[in-house]
């Protein structure tokens, strides 16, 4: 067996938002990190994905890990020295009819009877205050005001930048090959050596499955290419980021006039040549949403469109948690397009986790078993 | 020929597409139609001919005198264009092509006629030719300033010639050219500003033999030669700025290590040509590093296939090669895609190629004189001067980049436009990519190779959202949803 090139006290998997911000928590908490990254850090889905700070119509199970990260958001730049574009106009939900509304309403209450006072209903006036340029049909929806928007790749790299400042050792352009047990440790195989450590986190996004196959945890993991577009400079118009609830849209105008326009339309990933493919044919029906809402929007010119390459669950939620096979193992991965939001706080969480065995801030629903465990090996447990 | 002003004239699908009617495209088009391919030859301007042959067939400027004789022979192109049984759509913007090697054939977005479609075609010639490298001093954004190819589409394509007194600086036989098409024209040429490095003699000396031999460019040293006999050259300029308020009004220049500004109502700026990379880049065509020409260039094999299949890329967008050798490279390339799609056996492809392959050798022969003699000097490649401009579309500067560079630890140009948004402007990196790698690389004591280059997303030219979200869902399009 070859000598490790290096030995920490925590092996990171992985260099997208959730990597160095658990790289950046883990430091803060005097434990010592490497983390590999095969490219660079943010190339895929934490780099290019729409930037939204979203609490606004997240999944129940989320919703802790979410307030855990939007208090970080709101003072990003004491975390990690640089403001990372962060902007808080808040995000809007907008009902397109009456029958849309009604499920916003039904949705608000369920969330207040848990606790959760974050999402708040507005009407029709309240709406047009907020965003001025939607059209005319739409009776009212949803706002969660502290939500907001942030530049994905300048965030990641921030948080890389300030986790090396505080001595984790981040190798990019180290891709993992094979993780597996030896001893007490745990020996992690790259092109530049292996890295052995007592635990490692399993944060590598898109490729996460093949780490998880490893330690014998697989899992359901879709890789696919949510798209998104952008246009030219337009007249400042709207300030809060719009989504809707029948019809796929994320809408969110830069403080430059641009904007972006997204929704989860998938393209094609090609996970293994680092490539995507867009299709045309979705988008356009992306754009025809927009044409719908904001006719202001009809003469935009588009100057770009991509997608990035992300892992999704079955159920559309993460898995984060403790590996429920192993010691020493953690999951921070499978975050289906909504994952952005959560990096600073998960960071946190995982953190703690790894450093004290728990966390106040719950995350039941979201462990690994959920998908390894058989109803009857559940039971056994 | 026939000619299609409507998208609805537009076929579903056509054996071959050729982006761009400039030499290499018209020639492509012509020799793949008369090997029985159907073909769409689409361009974005009004009239083909690309920058080379602009508006030949169309142009106000009727005294052959000022263009010149080269300029008139792209009037055969056109013939023989109009003779084949190719189709072509002029106005028509080609913005996406994505192959499909899962289903065989490329995905094409075009837009005409303010409508878009996408359609597909079974091989692709891109034709797009050069860019003009971008040439960054400081005041180079003023009014007044603008490059020399811009000077030239307005003279060819409506005999317009800048009023008031003139001065063009610069390097490259482009700028030579334009300096005597427009004093031909009348145009009052105040200085031309020689801007080729002295040393760069030493490097491109050896190369002089085969440039003597080469009847072309042999030809275009007469030109230049007369050129520099009837207008004001001033060689050895180590350093140049536009000044002015709100338009410019002189040009400062040092020779010699003394300083002068020369007052001029028009600064016109040129350093040479580089292929335009925009579309074969972001269908991910592989590219690589031209040190002598000190560019990106695609590879290609000896078809001008690229990297990716049913991708092929003729005429300057391949390499610097000039307009006689891109029709050459048009027709090859032509030959290597009727091959593919099994209309030329191997044996009939390589026997119509080689009489051609014979003339492109000797079009090139000489042209790395040319690569070597007029290589833009550094500081003409990277600005020194902090406060000069480098991405016009989001007024990024040179000092910016160097700074995001040294003290964030930023290795690339992707990486940049997170921190600047250099290059995510209109333009798609355009005018400030190969500045960006250029300091990139002086400030991370990279070569250009290794910064690479920026990594481009279509639409390769803007559709407006409203076009987009009217996208007719062909077949192809459906297919696409339920693969």
Same mark, same amino acid.
């Given at each position: 067996?070859?000598?490790?090139?290096?030995? #920490?006290?925590?092996?990171?998997?992985?260099?997208?938002?959730?990597?160095?911000?658990t790289?950046?928590?883990?430091a803060?908490?005097?434990?010592?990190?490497?983390?590999?990254?095969?490219?660079?850090a943010?190339?895929?889905?934490?780099?290019?994905?729409?930037?939204?700070?979203?609490?606004?119509?997240?999944?129940?199970?989320?919703?802790?890990?979410?307030?855990?990260?939007?208090?970080?958001?709101?003072?990003?730049?004491?975390?990690?020295?640089?403001?990372?574009?962060?902007?808080?106009?808040?995000?809007?939900?907008?009902?397109?009819?009456?029958?849309?509304?009604?499920?916003?309403?039904a949705?608000?209450?369920?969330?207040?009877l848990?606790?959760?006072?974050?999402?708040?209903?507005?009407?029709?006036?309240?709406?047009?205050?907020?965003?001025?340029?939607?059209?005319?049909?739409?009776?009212?929806?949803?706002?969660?005001?502290?939500?907001?928007?942030?530049?994905?790749?300048?965030?990641?790299q921030?948080?890389?930048?300030?986790?090396?400042?505080l001595?984790?050792?981040?190798?990019?352009?180290?891709?993992?090959?094979?993780?597996?047990?030896?001893?007490?440790?745990w020996?992690?195989?790259?092109?530049a050596?292996?890295?052995?450590?007592?635990?490692?986190?399993? #944060?590598?996004?898109?490729?996460?499955?093949?780490?998880?196959?490893?330690?014998?945890?697989?899992?359901?993991?879709e890789?696919?290419?949510?798209?998104?577009?952008?246009?030219?400079?337009?007249?400042?118009?709207?300030?809060?980021?719009?989504?809707?609830?029948?019809?796929?849209?994320?809408?969110?105008?830069?403080?430059?006039?641009?904007?972006?326009?997204?929704?989860?339309?998938?393209?094609?990933?090609?996970?293994?040549?680092?490539?995507?493919?867009?299709?045309?044919g979705?988008?356009?029906?992306?754009?025809?949403?927009?044409?719908?809402?904001?006719?202001?929007?009809?003469?935009?010119?588009?100057?770009?469109?991509?997608?990035?390459?992300?892992?999704?669950?079955?159920?559309?939620?993460?898995?984060?948690?403790?590996?429920?096979?192993?010691?020493?193992?953690?999951?921070?991965?499978g975050?289906?397009?909504?994952?952005?939001?959560?990096?600073?706080?998960?960071?946190?969480?995982?953190?703690?986790?790894?450093?004290?065995?728990h966390?106040?801030?719950?995350?039941?629903?979201?462990?690994?078993?959920?998908?390894?465990?058989?109803?009857?090996?559940?039971?056994?447990? | 020929?026939?000619?299609?002003?409507?998208?609805?004239?537009?076929?579903?699908?056509?054996?071959?597409?050729?982006?761009?009617?400039?030499?290499?495209?018209?020639?492509?088009?012509?020799?793949?139609?008369?090997?029985?391919?159907?073909?769409?030859l689409?361009?974005?301007?009004?009239?083909?001919?690309?920058?080379?042959?602009?508006?030949?067939?169309?142009?106000?400027?009727?005294?052959?005198?000022?263009?010149?004789?080269?300029?008139?022979?792209?009037?055969?192109?056109?013939?023989?264009?109009?003779q084949?049984?190719?189709?072509?759509?002029?106005?028509?913007?080609?913005?996406?092509?994505?192959?499909?090697?899962?289903?065989?054939?490329?995905?094409?977005?075009?837009?005409?006629?303010?409508?878009?479609?996408?359609?597909?075609?079974?091989?692709?010639?891109?034709?797009?030719?050069?860019?003009?490298?971008p040439?960054?001093?400081?005041?180079?954004?003023?009014?007044?300033?603008?490059?020399?190819?811009a000077?030239?589409?307005?003279?060819?394509?409506?005999?317009?010639?800048?009023?008031?007194?003139?001065?063009?600086?610069?390097?490259?036989?482009?700028?030579?050219?334009?300096?005597?098409?427009?004093?031909?024209?009348?145009?009052?040429?105040?200085?031309?500003?020689?801007?080729?490095?002295?040393r760069?003699?030493?490097?491109?000396?050896?190369?002089?033999?085969?440039?003597?031999?080469?009847?072309?460019?042999?030809?275009?040293?007469?030109?230049?030669?007369?050129?520099?006999?009837?207008?004001? /050259?001033?060689?050895?300029?180590?350093?140049?700025?536009a000044?002015?308020?709100?338009?410019?009004?002189g040009?400062?220049?040092?020779?010699?290590?003394?300083?002068?500004?020369?007052?001029?109502?028009?600064?016109?700026?040129?350093?040479?040509?580089?292929?335009?990379?925009?579309?074969?880049?972001?269908?991910?065509?592989?590219?690589?590093f031209?040190?002598?020409q000190?560019?990106?260039?695609?590879?290609?094999?000896?078809? /001008?296939?690229?990297?990716?299949?049913?991708?092929?890329?003729?005429?300057?967008?391949?390499?610097?090669?000039?307009?006689?050798?891109?029709?050459?490279?048009?027709?090859?390339?032509?030959?290597?895609?009727?091959?593919?799609?099994?209309?030329?056996?191997?044996?009939?492809?390589?026997?119509?190629?080689?009489?051609?392959?014979?003339?492109?050798?000797?079009?090139?022969?000489?042209?790395? /004189?040319?690569?070597?003699?007029?290589?833009?000097?550094?500081?003409?490649?990277?600005?020194?001067?902090?406060?000069?401009?480098?991405?016009?579309?989001?007024?990024?500067?040179?000092?910016?980049?160097?700074?995001?560079?040294?003290?964030?630890?930023?290795?690339?140009p992707?990486?940049?436009?997170?921190?600047?948004?250099?290059?995510?402007?209109?333009?798609?990196?355009?005018?400030?990519?190969?500045?960006?790698?250029?300091?990139?690389?002086?400030?991370?004591?990279?070569?250009?190779?290794?910064?690479?280059?920026?990594?481009?997303?279509?639409?390769?030219?803007?559709?407006?959202?409203?076009?987009?979200?009217?996208?007719?869902?062909?077949?192809?399009?459906?297919?696409?949803?339920?693969?």
């Open positions: 067996m070859r000598a490790p090139a290096g030995s #920490a006290d925590v092996i990171i998997i992985g260099g997208g938002i959730h990597g160095c911000s790289a950046l928590h883990c803060r908490r005097g434990l010592s990190v490497i983390l590999l990254e095969k490219d660079h943010g190339r895929h889905a934490s780099g290019v994905n729409a930037g939204g700070v979203r609490q606004l119509a997240r999944h129940i199970a989320e919703i802790p890990l979410s307030n855990a990260s939007m208090a970080l958001w709101h003072a990003i730049g004491d975390l990690v020295d640089d403001d990372c574009g962060f902007t808080s106009d808040g995000q809007v939900l907008v009902a397109e009819d009456e029958a849309d509304l009604a499920g916003c309403r949705r608000v209450d369920d969330l207040a848990r606790g959760f006072h974050h999402e708040e209903m507005i009407d029709a006036a309240e709406l047009r205050r907020l965003v001025p340029a939607v059209a005319e049909s739409c009776p009212g929806g949803v706002v969660s005001r502290r939500d907001g928007a942030a530049i994905p790749l300048r965030a990641t921030a948080f890389k930048r300030k986790a090396a400042s001595g984790a050792d981040i190798r990019e352009g180290v891709q993992v090959t094979r993780v597996a047990r030896d001893g007490a440790q020996r992690v195989e790259t092109g050596g292996d890295f052995v450590a007592p635990r490692i986190v399993n #944060a590598a996004g898109a490729w996460a499955d093949r780490i998880a196959a490893d330690l014998g945890e697989p899992v359901p993991l890789v696919i290419a949510p798209m998104l577009m952008i246009t030219a400079r337009m007249p400042a118009f709207i300030k809060p980021v719009v989504i809707l609830r029948g019809r796929k849209l994320s809408f969110k105008q830069f403080a430059n006039g641009t904007v972006l326009i997204g929704g989860g339309y998938l393209g094609r990933a090609i996970r293994d040549e680092n490539r995507t493919v867009l299709d045309w979705k988008l356009a029906a992306n754009a025809k949403t927009v044409w719908d809402l904001f006719p202001i929007m009809r003469g935009a010119p588009i100057l770009r469109a991509w997608a990035g390459i992300e892992a999704r669950m079955p159920d559309d939620l993460p898995v984060f948690g403790p590996s429920a096979r192993h010691e020493g193992v953690y999951h921070q991965f975050f289906s397009a909504h994952g952005f939001q959560l990096g600073p706080g998960a960071g946190a969480v995982m953190a703690e986790i790894i450093a004290t065995g966390s106040n801030v719950p995350i039941d629903g979201l462990g690994i078993a959920r998908f390894t465990q058989t109803p009857a090996s559940r039971t056994q447990a | 020929m026939s000619i299609a002003r409507n998208i609805t004239d537009l076929a579903d699908r056509y054996d071959l597409l050729v982006v761009g009617a400039g030499p290499a495209g018209l020639a492509a088009a012509a020799r793949a139609a008369d090997c029985g391919l159907s073909v769409l689409a361009d974005e301007n009004p009239a083909p001919g690309g920058q080379i042959y602009r508006a030949v067939g169309t142009t106000p400027v009727t005294r052959p005198a000022v263009l010149g004789a080269e300029y008139w022979k792209g009037g055969a192109l056109l013939t023989r264009l109009a084949s049984r190719a189709v072509l759509a002029p106005s028509c913007t080609v913005w996406s092509v994505a192959p499909d090697a899962a289903v065989g054939s490329v995905e094409i977005g075009v837009s005409l006629d303010g409508r878009a479609r996408l359609i597909e075609a079974a091989e692709v010639i891109l034709a797009t030719g050069a860019q003009e490298r040439f960054p001093i400081p005041g180079w954004t003023l009014p007044g300033v603008m490059t020399a190819g000077a030239q589409i307005a003279l060819k394509s409506s005999g317009l010639v800048p009023a008031g007194r003139i001065v063009l600086a610069g390097c490259g036989p482009l700028l030579y050219l334009l300096a005597g098409q427009l004093a031909a024209a009348g145009a009052t040429i105040v200085a031309v500003l020689d801007t080729t490095p002295r760069n003699w030493r490097a491109a000396i050896a190369a002089f033999p085969d440039f003597l031999r080469s009847p072309y460019l042999a030809k275009g040293l007469a030109l230049m030669a007369k050129a520099r006999a009837r207008l004001p /050259f001033r060689n050895g300029v180590t350093d140049l700025s000044e002015g308020e709100d338009r410019v009004t040009v400062r220049v040092t020779r010699g290590g003394a300083s002068e500004t020369i007052a001029c109502d028009t600064l016109l700026l040129h350093q040479g040509v580089i292929p335009g990379v925009n579309l074969s880049n972001a269908i991910g065509c592989a590219h690589e031209d040190e002598d000190h560019c990106w260039v695609p590879q290609v094999d000896q078809w /001008f296939a690229s990297s990716v299949p049913a991708v092929a890329i003729a005429g300057d967008g391949a390499g610097i090669g000039g307009a006689e050798s891109a029709a050459l490279r048009g027709e090859i390339a032509a030959l290597g895609a009727a091959q593919r799609l099994g209309r030329l056996s191997r044996e009939q492809r390589d026997a119509q190629a080689a009489p051609i392959r014979a003339a492109l050798a000797r079009s090139l022969r000489g042209r790395r /004189f040319l690569d070597l003699l007029y290589k833009p000097a550094a500081r003409f490649l990277a600005p020194p001067d902090d406060a000069t401009i480098v991405c016009r579309c989001e007024e990024v500067t040179a000092g910016q980049i160097r700074d995001t560079a040294s003290r964030l630890g930023v290795t690339g992707n990486q940049m436009k997170a921190f600047l948004r250099c290059g995510m402007g209109p333009c798609q990196g355009r005018l400030c990519g190969p500045t960006v790698v250029e300091l990139i690389a002086q400030a991370q004591g990279l070569s250009p190779a290794e910064v690479g280059y920026y990594r481009l997303r279509p639409p390769v030219k803007p559709i407006t959202l409203g076009e987009l979200a009217a996208l007719p869902q062909s077949d192809a399009a459906v297919k696409a949803v339920v693969r």
